[in-house]
């Protein structure tokens, strides 16, 4: 018999719908149902359009996940979801869903934060995770530099973006250049094509004032402001646009100042386990930079495919959760769409 706990896991913090299966920190099955063509029109996420395909993704998305890991909801030990951060309507149909199938299967529930569960889905691939560690998350909506003590209860916020998130700035700056969304994969993909040294974008919080104040966060709306001087300058010229070559210097900006503070801080906390979190840590330029500078340390980097919003690392959160032994959720445990990355769990009214 094996004691390791099986739990599903449920993701809806934005557009994808994601659900998974995991046994202690084996992932048995993963899908995803994304509705980012959906958004593609738009340029960006419509909260409406992704909770509504939430909606119609999650029944048929939980029984295929269940198929896949060959078991029933009556096998599971406990069900985990995103209660937070997120969009509030697409983050509520997922916390629905589990509530009703924990209610119905007699079965612990986990709400737990989007943001631990990123660091969190390392466990599948490298087993239980040192600590302390620090944690470099970067997506869409978040950039944030974490100290993490123990992923099931300690996680510290060492810094963050003041303003835009790395990836969001990725997308703006693909639609600036004409680039489909979402567009961090976009830019990863002509960037290499071009000369990342071409054109010197600022690196945002960097300077020795910045230090004082700012030393852990990141501030990346100058950066995509000077991209747009830099191409109205060129327009106003008579210039093609080099698209190629302000993608890779672009994406040389980010990534320079994303590597070099998250190294820093494991140096000067005195922790030898870094671990790269989110959408943009499948960027490859990222990857790279981060292997060349955390020589001496542990460098742990999820599969690009577990680095995207998955149910695997709801699950992988939730089954760290069963395996300390600390309490479920209560009943209506709810969702909140800015829930702070220091409350790993939610539990909830009693």
Do not use: Y
């Not at 409406?48 to 029933?72: F, G, K, Q």
């Not at 495919?305 to 998955?310: I, V």
């Not at 992988?316 to 790993?344: E, I, K």
């Amino acid at each position: 018999m094996n004691d390791e706990p099986l739990v599903l896991g449920i993701e809806t913090s934005c557009d994808e719908t994601g659900v998974a299966v995991v046994r202690g920190t084996t992932l048995l099955a993963d899908v995803i149902a994304s509705s980012v063509t959906e958004h593609e029109r738009f340029g960006g996420v419509v909260p409406e359009v992704a909770s509504r395909a939430h909606l119609e993704a999650m029944s048929p998305t939980i029984d295929r996940a269940l198929r896949d890991a060959r078991v029933t909801v009556r096998d599971l030990d406990a069900i985990a979801v995103t209660s937070g951060p997120g969009l509030a309507g697409a983050l509520l149909v997922g916390v629905s869903a589990a509530e009703g199938l924990a209610l119905a299967a007699d079965r612990p529930l986990f709400g737990v934060n989007h943001l631990a569960a990123h660091v969190a889905v390392g466990r599948l691939v490298d087993g239980d995770l040192p600590s302390p560690a620090i944690a470099l998350l970067v997506s869409g909506g978040h950039t944030s530099l974490l100290r993490v003590d123990d992923v099931t209860a300690e996680i510290t916020p060492l810094g963050a973006t003041l303003d835009d998130a790395a990836g969001e700035a990725f997308d703006k700056v693909a639609r600036l250049l004409g680039l489909p969304f979402p567009g961090g994969p976009h830019i990863d993909r002509i960037a290499v094509e071009g000369d990342a040294g071409a054109i010197a974008f600022p690196r945002g919080l960097t300077s020795a004032r910045d230090d004082e104040k700012h030393r852990h966060d990141f501030s990346f709306s100058g950066l995509k402001t000077a991209v747009v001087r830099w191409i109205e300058a060129c327009r106003r010229d008579g210039h093609e646009i080099p698209v190629a070559d302000v993608a890779a210097s672009f994406q040389e900006a980010v990534v320079d100042v994303l590597t070099s503070k998250a190294v820093r801080a494991c140096r000067e906390e005195g922790i030898e386990t870094l671990i790269l979190g989110g959408g943009v840590a499948a960027n490859s330029r990222l990857r790279a930079m981060a292997a060349e500078r955390a020589t001496g340390l542990d460098l742990r980097i999820p599969p690009a495919r577990l680095c995207t919003d998955n149910g695997a690392m709801v699950a992988a959160l939730g089954s760290a959760l069963v395996a300390q032994g600390r309490p479920p959720s209560n009943p209506g445990v709810g969702a909140d769409s800015s829930l702070p990355v220091g409350t790993v769990q939610m539990l909830g009214l009693s």
